[in-house]
Each structure stands twice: as C-alpha cells, then as structure tokens.
C-alpha cells in the first residue's frame, strides 16, 4: 500500500504463532519484530495488534513497516536454525498456489498421517520436529473474520464454512473458510482475500457487499466482514441456530494503512498497547 503520508510503501504481516497461554512469550515476540538483530530498534516499524485465542493456543500478530525494512519471514531462516519453510500465494514463484491447495499438497489437515521425511520445504533441507514446517505467503491483502454460532454441531459448521467458501458453486468471492470447536461453540473461521477484477454487474445485490481500495493504483476488492456476518447469520437461522458474536483479527485495507501511518509517525512500535482487538 502506497503511503504518501509517510513518503514510502507499507507492508503488513499477519505472524500466526503457536502460544496463546503464555502472554510474556507472545509479547517478546512482538518486541523482537521491533529490532534488527544487534538489538537495535527499528523506529519504522510497528506492531499494531496482537490476538491470542487461548482455547486454539494461538496467537495472531499484525506488524507493519516499509516494504524495505518488513524483512521478518526472511531473516527467519537465518535466525533460527533447523527451521524450514513453505511458500504459498505471491511468495510461491512462478506457480502462485493458494494456501489452501499448499497445505492439502503437504497434508497438512491430516496430522496423524503426517509423513515429515517426505516433505521438501522450500526453505531448509528438512522438516524438523522441534519447530516444524512454516508457511510463508504474500497477497494483495488478507484479514480473519471469525464468526461463532452457539451450537457444539460441527457438522453444522461445517455446512456453512463449505456455503460461504468461495471456490464453492454460491459461495462468497475471496473468502477461505472452516469449522472448528471453540469454547463450546463452533467457530466459523474465515481467510478474507482480496481480488483484482470486479463480480459482474448483473449480480447487484453481491456486488454491493464488496468493499474497494486501491494498491499503486491498482483497484483491489474484497467481501465486506459485515455482509460475512450477516450471511453466515442468516445460514445459521436455516439450521435454527443463532450467531453469538464476530471478531475481526486484524483490521480492513484501510483502517490498518490508517493505524500504521499513525504509529509509524508517532514512532510507536508497540502500538498493540494502546488498541484493543476489534469485536463486531
């Protein structure tokens, strides 16, 4: 995203870690995203958010800086030895796989079959057990919006994840979707992507819950988390179920350019501190 108010390009990075429950963890984390590896501080970069879900034991951290300087995923591999990585989306030259098609080439959703010794990683010779296998994408843009319906009937959600995912017949344009148990309910946890070229005219009611920006002056869209919520809710009646509430981790295009310019030229790198995670 171009910056004119900072006089550079931003770049944003949604860090997934495993830990939740150990909130001393999760912040030395952030803090390390701050500094170069001397120990120096990094005075144009910025943490903007951090979300931990202690029932998942993860946590999701929103970083942002200078394209020049959001070097994090690639001194990874430097800095942390045995580690090894896959790519996926704009990282995963010249073949551009989605996350998705990644994991299930990797099976990464069948855990108990999960043959590490024949897994080549794209960064590092091999899978180690101790930190396992990293994936690394780039995109346009991406946000989680989680919507949870009171009801423990996976099979539930996992009917309206399938509706709402867009590579299926009627599903939402850009949106990734799955159904997970969380805290007694089920949680409809969905991958929110932006697109280049517009839905068609014709199909008025859709397009008008697509929510537009621009990247280098390039016109990017993607399905509004509001028009998420409500179709997920109104599924959710046809099983007689009600929704009990929406969490955005992370925030749109525009209120997360918004922030950044605002923490990068206060000079606030911990700007998690201040800003509490967004609930619909």
């Known amino acids: 995203m171009a910056s ?28 390390a995203a701050l500094r170069d590896k001397p120990g120096q501080k990094k005075t144009q970069a910025t943490v903007l958010n951090i979300f931990s879900d202690y029932d998942y034991n993860r946590s999701v951290l929103t970083l942002a800086g200078p394209i020049e300087t959001l070097d994090i995923a690639e001194r990874l591999s430097h800095d942390v030895p045995d580690c090894s990585m896959f790519y996926f989306g704009y990282a995963d030259q010249p073949l551009k796989r989605n996350l998705v098609q990644r994991r299930k080439e990797l099976n990464w959703y069948n855990r108990s079959n999960l043959k590490v010794n024949e897994i080549k990683p794209d960064v590092g ?14 995109s346009p ?21 399938s509706a709402v995912r867009g590579a299926n017949p009627g599903g939402l344009r850009g949106i990734q979707a799955m159904a997970f148990p969380h805290e007694g309910t089920v949680e409809i946890a969905c991958n929110v992507e932006s697109f280049k070229d517009k839905p068609p005219s014709s199909v008025t009611e859709k397009s008008r819950q697509y929510i537009s920006y621009y ?66």
């Open 4 to 31: 004119p108010r900072v006089g550079f390009r931003l770049a944003v990075c949604l860090l997934n870690i495993s830990e939740a429950r150990k909130q001393d963890i999760v912040e030395r984390i952030a803090k």
């Open 215 to 280: 990247i280098q002056g390039e016109e990017h869209l993607y399905f509004s988390p509001i028009s998420i919520e409500r179709q997920i809710k109104k599924l959710a009646a046809d099983h007689g179920v009600p929704t009990v509430g929406t969490a955005l981790v992370g925030f749109t295009p525009e209120r997360c350019k918004n922030l950044a310019e605002q923490a990068i030229r206060e000079g606030c790198g911990e700007f998690w501190k201040r800003h509490k995670t967004i609930t619909m």
């Open 141 to 161: 843009y991406v946000m989680n919006c989680n919507v949870t319906i009171d009801t423990q009937d996976l099979n539930i959600g996992q009917q309206i994840a």
């Open 125 to 138: 010779m091999t899978v180690s057990p101790r930190y396992g296998l990293t994936g690394i994408g780039a």
